[in-house]
């Protein structure tokens, strides 16, 4: 059982930068692939980034990359995204999730919402243009 709690979003200006924090419940946080996914009002949910367990190996989805940084605290059991040069299009709730299934984050799986066991409320971000 993992509990996961998003924070840190809020409105900001396009071009700004934000992070993004997601801390997790229990003492088997390094077991679990963590992904940020978002969702925007009339579009699908997208996959926009996971870290491997230990946190070195990480992948972005494409509308984010070079932009998007996430990296993981085992020790504070806390996954972050930084968000750098933000768009009015990235305004969406953002989700954290868990994954025990994913094997690695450079498969293709990595982006597979039914391969994450657990998610959070998601936290708003909003871009203004």
């Known amino acids: 059982q993992v509990h996961l709690v998003e924070s840190g979003g809020r409105l900001v200006q396009a071009g700004d930068s934000l992070r993004l924090s997601c801390a997790a419940s229990g003492r088997t946080f390094s077991n679990y692939v963590m992904g940020w996914f978002r969702q925007a009002p009339g579009k699908a949910r997208e996959a926009v980034a996971a870290v491997s367990r230990s946190g070195g190996i990480k992948n972005y989805g494409e509308s984010v990359k070079g932009r998007f940084t996430i990296s993981r605290d085992n020790a504070m059991n806390t996954v972050y995204l930084q968000m750098n040069n933000l768009k009015p299009e990235d305004t969406a709730v953002y989700y954290c999730?868990?994954?025990?299934?994913?094997?690695?984050?450079?498969?293709?799986?990595?982006?597979?919402?039914?391969?994450?066991?657990?998610w959070g409320q998601g936290t708003q971000v909003t871009v203004s243009s």
């Open positions: 999730a868990a994954s025990g299934s994913v094997i690695s984050v450079t498969s293709a799986r990595w982006a597979t919402f039914s391969e994450y066991d657990y």
